[in-house]
């Protein structure tokens, strides 16, 4: 490794051979530490799904079964290629059947459990101040552009995007045998719908804080927002009655809701309904629709081709039985000594957490002794859940030869994922349901639940090796998981207690203290000019925080180890964030990734922490000093 390079530029100097040689596959935004290792997994287990839907005695278990079934239905193009756009036309017909508010208020209910558009939504989870207890949520539906940001005048891609989407649209619809001038105007009219949410809604950076999504209102409140919806009839057709709170994640939108979502608007909603659900469902229909319909989405992500058949197939169908395949990946493949050595880490990682909250010089003894606690309540989730969920056991295929195609499946299945959410109102919350299936290479803090989740997938190199180093696994692994704990102590995490409830258990002083070292971070980022652009601070405040925090904390954990080896350290933090983007996917995550680009990840965390220049001998003289006064330092 040349420590000159290192001194003027740490990801370049790590990854610099590797951007050169680097290809980005033909049906990708990006190649990279992650992404790299999603193929691999994806290759393994689509190489295993052929081979159990071609020797049916090798499927392990009743819900593998099933899902082999969906996966024969999603593979067989030649079937789907036959019905063409055929299964589709119910659910159009059905929008077009629409005249008024009236009509659809007599199918609210069967209409939300299809999981038909609406101008809103309804959702269960965990009430943030009582997060026992699963309690209502409403929020509003997406934009057709990435941000409310892009609708602003002057955009630089706006008008181009919008006018690949209509081109999309209009193909589709001729596709499924529309007039062109009836498809031109029922596209025309849902795109002038779509702006007329825009200044509604929330953008990525307001949403990025995410405490502001809890404004409960009672039922009687939230209904008044329509005149037009008979949303009180809904909800008690839902849950069996009205609920005593309904919590309003973007209040504003519905408190100008009648503005926009009313009779002389209603031909617009239903064109915008009609647009929305062609362009959501093509990837289930024939190879045709799904090459089109990809268009819109190829665009913003600068991919040049769709994904190959058998890899299309294979993620609808691993999409929809994602805990099962999650399950058989996890059991498999991820040993024992592995799951031991990992929770191990885990544990050392709090350890260090604990000692650094004790030694804490900027917390008050109050405030200490709660972050402490919140601390030792952390579930600790490794390698994959120790149950399926029930709901899985009621996914039964209809085959081809009974009449089943692949899309009257998935709108099978997904309305009994609604049905059972629904069910969950006012019941117990599962504190132990993963978010993620075993299978995926990430990890997570719910700040609901106060858990860390590290799936299976994420425990292998470049992040984590038995064949590693430990000082490289810590660099790796390590700060991811120190990564996720820093979660419960950042800008949003910082604002729920030891139990996941939404409640203030800092002083005045603290948390004002804490804000202006999350402002300095901010500083450190905002304005940063990469891919055509520049990251802003605020977006990504919460990310940093917890790369900074798991860096110096993994950092801290190594150096505990007698084969400390801090060059390696610091070698495998910048190799986990190599990555090779297009530029239209790079500029599209600048506007609503919440994380900073990686190479930003990967140089400006470490110029933070005196011991990366101690390793390589960084000075005043160097690209990648920074002065000890705008070093930031949190956790």
């Known amino acids: 490794m040349d420590k000159l390079m290192i001194k003027k530029d740490l990801y370049e100097a790590v990854n610099g051979k590797w951007l050169e040689t680097a290809e980005i596959p033909a049906d990708k935004p990006a190649t990279g530490g992650f992404q790299d290792l999603v193929d691999e997994i994806d290759d393994l287990l689509i190489a295993e799904t052929t081979k159990m839907a071609e020797q049916p005695d090798t499927i392990p278990n009743e819900l593998m079964k099933e899902y082999i079934a969906y996966y024969r239905l999603a593979s067989d193009f030649d079937k789907r290629d036959a019905d063409g756009m055929q299964p589709l036309k119910p659910i159009m017909e059905r929008i077009e059947q629409l005249n008024s508010f009236?009509?659809?208020?007599?199918?609210?209910?069967?209409?939300?459990?299809?999981?038909?558009?609406?101008?809103?939504?309804?959702?269960?989870?965990?009430?943030?101040?009582?997060?026992t207890t699963n309690a209502m949520f409403a929020g509003v539906p997406g934009l057709i552009l990435p941000d409310k940001t892009y609708y602003e005048e002057g955009h630089p891609q706006a008008e181009q995007l919008l006018a690949i989407f209509k081109d999309m649209t209009l193909q589709l619809f001729d596709m499924a045998g529309y007039d062109k001038d009836e498809a031109e105007r029922i596209t025309d009219e849902a795109?002038?719908?779509?702006?007329?949410?825009?200044?509604?809604?929330?953008?990525?950076?307001?949403?990025?804080?995410?405490?502001?999504?809890?404004?409960?209102?009672?039922?009687?409140?939230?209904?008044?927002?329509?005149?037009?919806?008979?949303?009180?009839?809904l909800i008690e057709a839902l849950i069996g009655q009205l609920p005593e709170k309904i919590i309003v994640t973007e209040p504003l939108y519905f408190d100008e809701m009648d503005s926009f979502v009313n009779p002389e608007n209603f031909s617009l909603i239903k064109s915008w309904m009609l647009v929305l659900s062609l362009n959501s469902l093509t990837g289930y229909l024939s190879e045709e629709a799904r090459q089109v319909g990809g268009i819109y989405n190829r665009a913003l992500s600068g991919a040049a081709e769709a994904r190959p058949q058998k890899k299309a197939a294979f993620y609808l169908a691993s999409g929809r039985f994602d805990q099962v395949v999650g399950d058989y990946y996890g059991k498999k493949y991820f040993g024992e000594q592995a799951k031991n050595d990992v929770k191990q880490m885990v544990e050392t990682m709090i350890a260090v957490y604990q000692d650094r909250l004790a030694n804490n010089t900027w917390l008050s003894e109050d405030t200490r002794e709660k972050a402490i606690l919140k601390l030792s309540t952390l579930g600790i989730h490794v390698g994959y859940p120790d149950e399926i969920p029930a709901l899985y056991r009621k996914f039964k295929v209809t085959p081809a030869e009974d009449g089943g195609t692949l899309l009257d499946n998935a709108l099978a299945f997904s309305r009994m994922g609604r049905e059972d959410q629904f069910k969950k109102w006012n019941q117990p919350v599962d504190r132990e349901e993963w978010e993620m299936s075993a299978d995926t290479v990430n990890a997570y803090y719910h700040p609901f639940r106060n858990i860390i989740v590290f799936p299976a997938a994420i425990l292998q190199a470049p992040f984590y090796s038995l064949e590693q180093s430990k000082s490289a696994n810590y660099g790796g692994i390590g700060a991811v998981i120190a990564h996720e704990i820093s979660h419960a102590f950042d800008n949003n995490g910082s604002l729920f207690d030891e139990l996941g409830n939404l409640n203030n258990w800092w002083t005045v002083e603290d948390r004002e203290h804490f804000q202006e070292l999350a402002d300095a971070m901010i500083a450190e980022f905002d304005g940063l000019k990469i891919a055509g652009g520049k990251v802003n601070g605020k977006l990504t405040v919460s990310e940093n925080i917890a790369d900074a925090g798991g860096l110096s904390c993994a950092l801290e954990a190594a150096k505990r180890e007698k084969d400390v080896d801090l060059e390696a350290f610091f070698v495998n933090w910048a190799t986990i964030w190599r990555m090779k983007a297009r530029p239209e996917y790079a500029q599209l995550l600048l506007a609503v990734d919440v994380h900073a680009p990686n190479k930003l990840r990967a140089n400006v965390q470490v110029q933070n922490i005196d011991e990366f220049y101690e390793t390589f001998g960084v000075t005043s003289e160097d690209e990648m000093y920074l002065a000890p006064e705008k070093r930031v330092s949190i956790w």
Do not use: C
């Open 102 to 131: 009236e009509d659809l208020n007599g199918q609210l209910k069967d209409w939300t459990l299809s999981g038909l558009p609406l101008p809103f939504g309804l959702d269960i989870d965990a009430d943030m101040k009582d997060t």
């Open 191 to 233: 795109l002038a719908f779509d702006r007329l949410l825009a200044p509604h809604v929330k953008s990525a950076e307001e949403n990025a804080d995410y405490s502001k999504m809890y404004n409960p209102q009672t039922a009687e409140e939230f209904v008044a927002h329509s005149s037009h919806i008979q949303m009180d009839k």
